[in-house]
Nanobody
C-alpha cells in the first residue's frame, strides 16, 4: 500500500520559515517525479514545485520562486519543501504527490499527471 505522509506544517508569522517533509512508503521514490501542491480555502489546488528523480531538474511556481526550495533524499524516501519569507497568501493545505514517467517541462504543474497524493498539512501564515 502506497502512503505519503506530510509533516512540518503549522502557524508562522509573515517572514518566517517552515520545512515540510513528505515520507513515502510502499514505493521507492527514486523512480518517481515528486511534487508539492497547495490548496487555499475556496481555491483550486495549485502547483508549487516539482523535482526529477535525481534532483537535477526543478520547476517552481512563479509565486514561490526564490523563497521555496524543493529537495529529495532518495535514501530516506522523503521529499522536502523549505519555505522561507512566508507571506499570508502562502496559507494553504500543502500536499505532496508523485508520478511515474518522463520529465515534461511545465506540464509537471498539472495535477492530473500525479498518481499518488498525501493527505496534506496545514500551513497558516499570519500577518
Amino acid at each position: 500500500q502506497v502512503q505519503l505522509v506530510e509533516s512540518g506544517g503549522g502557524l508562522v508569522q509573515a517572514g518566517g520559515s517552515l520545512r515540510l517533509s513528505c515520507a513515502v512508503s510502499g514505493r521507492t521514490i527514486s523512480s518517481y517525479i515528486m511534487g508539492w501542491f497547495r490548496q487555499a480555502p475556496g481555491k483550486e489546488r495549485a502547483f508549487v514545485a516539482a523535482i526529477n528523480y535525481s534532483g537535477s531538474i526543478i520547476n517552481y511556481a512563479d509565486s514561490v520562486k526564490g523563497r521555496f526550495t524543493i529537495s529529495r533524499d532518495n535514501a530516506k524516501n522523503t521529499v522536502y519543501l523549505q519555505m522561507n519569507s512566508l507571506k499570508p497568501e502562502d496559507t494553504a493545505v500543502y500536499y505532496c504527490a508523485f508520478r511515474s514517467g518522463f520529465w515534461m517541462g511545465n506540464r509537471q504543474r498539472e495535477n492530473g499527471l500525479y498518481n499518488y497524493w498525501g493527505q496534506g498539512t496545514q500551513v497558516t501564515v499570519s500577518s
